[in-house]
Structure formats: structure tokens, C-alpha cells
């Protein structure tokens, strides 16, 4: 009988050793994805203002040519500045020193 005590309590503090900790952290994962969900909707359901109002193209008056070749006319709601980050998400240099980036107003969510 004493074996089925030791072995018992060997399985209790295995159980509270490992099996909490590891409740405690499932439940904060659950928690933090929920959260990460619920942000993610939020974010995709309020869209980047245009800056000014006015494309880009039209401040800085572009020629046709390079106004048909910019990747940003494709879509005149989204800052011109977006598509020409580099792959790590920096801006490039003439973008900083723009105009259009500077007069920007910096998106509010609510």
C-alpha cells in the first residue's frame, strides 16, 4: 500500500511540476491569440487614409509616363510612401524628404 501512496505522489508533483505551468501558459497563448485576432480585424476593417486627399502625383506633378509606371497610381487610396518600403519595412530617403510624406496626417484609429 505504502508503493501506491509513493507512486501517487510522484503523479501529484509531476502534475503540479509540470502540468500547471503548462495550463497557465495554454491559457495565456488562447488569451494573446484572441487578442492578436481582434486586433488584426481592426486593423483591416479601418483602411490608411489617402495623404491630403490628393494623390501624390498630382502634388508633385509628375509627367504621364512616370505617373503610368508608378506602382502607387494602381491604387490612389493607399500612401504612395507604402509601396516603397524596402523588404524590412524602412522607408527610402527621397520618401522622408517628400512633400507628400511630410504633410501626411498620421492615421488615427479609433
Not at 18 to 35: F, K, Q, S, W
Not at 56 to 79: D, I, L, M, N
Request: glycine share 6%; proline share 8%.
Amino acid at each position: 500500500m505504502e508503493w501506491l501512496n509513493t507512486i501517487l505522489t510522484i503523479i501529484l508533483g509531476l502534475l503540479l511540476r509540470i502540468g500547471i505551468p503548462l495550463a497557465v501558459t495554454a491559457g495565456i497563448i488562447y488569451l494573446l491569440h484572441r487578442l492578436d485576432q481582434r486586433w488584426q480585424e481592426e486593423a483591416s476593417s479601418a483602411p490608411l487614409a489617402a495623404p491630403g486627399g490628393k494623390p501624390c502625383w498630382e502634388v508633385k506633378e509628375c509627367p504621364e509616363a512616370r505617373h503610368k509606371a508608378c506602382p502607387a497610381a494602381a491604387q490612389p487610396g493607399v500612401p504612395c510612401w507604402q509601396f516603397f518600403r524596402s523588404k524590412s519595412g524602412v522607408l527610402r530617403e527621397d520618401c522622408l524628404n517628400c512633400e507628400v510624406f511630410r504633410q501626411a496626417s498620421v492615421p488615427v484609429f479609433i
